[in-house]
């Protein structure tokens, strides 16, 4: 975890990757997921191996992104 800000509540699994993120109350990600310049709203979990912010191509299919980058995860937002 490096440059990031935490919210009460959250919780990061084991081999986890978080960089330059802001992760709101109650968001887990689970083991082994990296979450790069995001932004995630309250009580969404990161599946597993998730990868946000690495593939801007994939992450605009899936959430808003900034035109600097900053992927956006909506609040209690499903993941598959």
Do not use: H, W, Y
């Not at 992760?23 to 009580?43: Q, T």
């Amino acid at each position: 975890i490096a440059r990031s800000i935490l919210s009460p509540g959250v919780r990061i699994g084991k081999g986890c990757s978080v960089d330059g993120c802001v992760l709101m109350e109650d968001v887990r990600v689970c083991a082994g997921a990296v979450l790069r310049n995001a932004i995630v709203d309250k009580g969404v979990v990161i599946p597993a191996g998730d990868r946000i912010g690495v593939d801007l191509d994939r992450d605009r299919r899936r959430f808003t992104v900034s035109p600097r980058g900053v992927v956006v995860v909506p609040k209690e937002m499903q993941l598959a």
